[in-house]
């Protein structure tokens, strides 16, 4: 069945670093590709999405390209803030045989000052 | 921004009991979901709905578990007759096409002594 599988976390960073989560799928179909971002107590919110191969969604300075030959989605920005330490989670949305969107374990991001 | 609202926002039950968690999706959305989050880690997909009906299940939507749209505005979650590893933060969803962002809700944290 599908499946997504994410970098462990936490992931430690200093304010202005690069950061890298990655991500990578396993789908029967053709999905959509997904990073959500959930802050303390909150429920889940969308970051960026990309529909189809090589597309490049982005959002507050986050970047993640859809890469069918490697089957990933790996997620970027260039210079963290403190304000980013959330839980990063990846998903894909697939509707071979229903419709349902999947979300791999999360990633805890700390961004130290 | 529209929102989808969840009550109660804390449960507390006896185990063997039956609880109803409530959800008002975003008010033309077609496509709804349930899942759930334990220990803020993985978040795992329960169940969808579309046109009335259930779209895709999983696993863990064993027979102990139901869903319903009793009227226009309402998505509920029902569990029969709770377990102690019921215990987690159940989050709805919904969204106006498949393959779109999911809007979450702030969860309902269940607790099942």
């Known amino acids: 069945g599908d499946s997504v599988t994410q970098m462990e976390g936490p992931v430690t960073l200093s304010e202005e670093a690069f950061l890298t989560i990655n991500c990578t799928y396993t789908?029967?179909?053709?999905?959509?590709l997904f990073w959500y971002v959930q802050y303390p107590g909150e429920g889940l919110q969308l970051l960026l999405k990309?529909?189809?191969?090589?597309d490049k969604g982005s959002n507050k300075g986050f970047e993640a390209t859809y890469r069918k030959e490697t089957t990933s989605f790996h997620l970027e920005k260039g210079s963290v803030q403190v304000s980013d330490s959330a839980v990063y989670f990846c998903?894909?949305?697939?509707?071979?045989?229903?419709?349902?969107?999947?979300f791999g374990a999360g990633t805890r991001l700390f961004v130290k000052a | 921004e529209p929102e989808v609202t969840q009550t109660p926002s804390h449960q507390v039950t006896q185990m063997g009991q039956e609880v109803i968690l409530r959800c008002v999706p975003i008010?033309?959305?077609?496509?709804f979901y349930w899942y759930r989050q334990i220990l803020g880690q993985k978040v795992e997909f329960l169940v969808s709905?579309?046109?009335?009906?259930?779209?895709?299940k999983s696993e863990i939507f064993d027979d102990q578990f139901s869903v319903e749209r009793p009227d226009g505005s309402n998505f509920t979650l029902k569990i029969r007759s709770t377990k102690l590893e019921d215990s987690a933060m159940y989050f709805c969803?919904?969204?106006?096409?498949?393959?779109?962002?999911?809007?979450f809700g702030s969860g309902t944290q269940l607790s099942v002594l």
């Open positions: 789908a029967t179909g053709y999905p959509s």
């Open positions: 008010s033309n959305h077609l496509y």
């Open positions: 990309a529909t189809k191969a090589d």
């Open positions: 709905f579309y046109n009335n009906e259930i779209s895709e």
């Open positions: 969803a919904s969204t106006d096409s498949f393959n779109e962002k999911l809007f």
């Open positions: 998903a894909l949305s697939d509707n071979t045989g229903g419709f349902k969107t999947i």
